[in-house]
């Protein structure tokens, strides 16, 4: 299975982009669907987290503008983000952990907030 982010693209400052995460095919057990983001020449960073069990963590740097939410039974993951602003700026990818002890990652889609 492999999994396929969309919704990236190029945006003022104080925009709004919806990203979307689907998997190819049905994954059994997921656990945590998360986003994570890695800005040109930054260490890959989480962004926010959702649990099976509904817990939800956001980054600091994002909180208040960046909503996560998710279909466990569909293995959809959707991440709005708010009020963008240029350092925002960065790849986006979603990432499923399974019960199994196995990750899956996406490819990523590019997020430029750009004045």
């Known amino acids: 299975a492999q999994l396929v982010e969309s919704g990236g693209g190029l945006v003022q400052p104080g925009g709004s982009l919806r990203l979307s995460c689907a998997a190819s095919?049905?994954?059994?057990?997921?656990?945590?669907m998360d986003w994570y983001r890695q800005a040109p020449g930054k260490q890959r960073e989480l962004v926010a987290t959702l649990t099976i069990h509904g817990i939800i963590d956001i980054a600091e740097s994002v909180k208040g503008r960046f909503i996560i939410s998710g279909d466990f039974d569909k293995n959809m993951v959707w991440l709005q983000m708010n009020n963008l602003r240029p350092e925002d700026t960065a790849v986006y990818s979603c990432?499923?952990?399974?019960?199994?002890?196995?990750?899956?990652w996406g490819k990523g889609t590019l997020v430029t907030v750009f004045t």
């Open positions: 990432h499923f952990a399974q019960v199994f002890a196995r990750d899956y």
């Open positions: 095919e049905l994954i059994a057990g997921v656990k945590n």
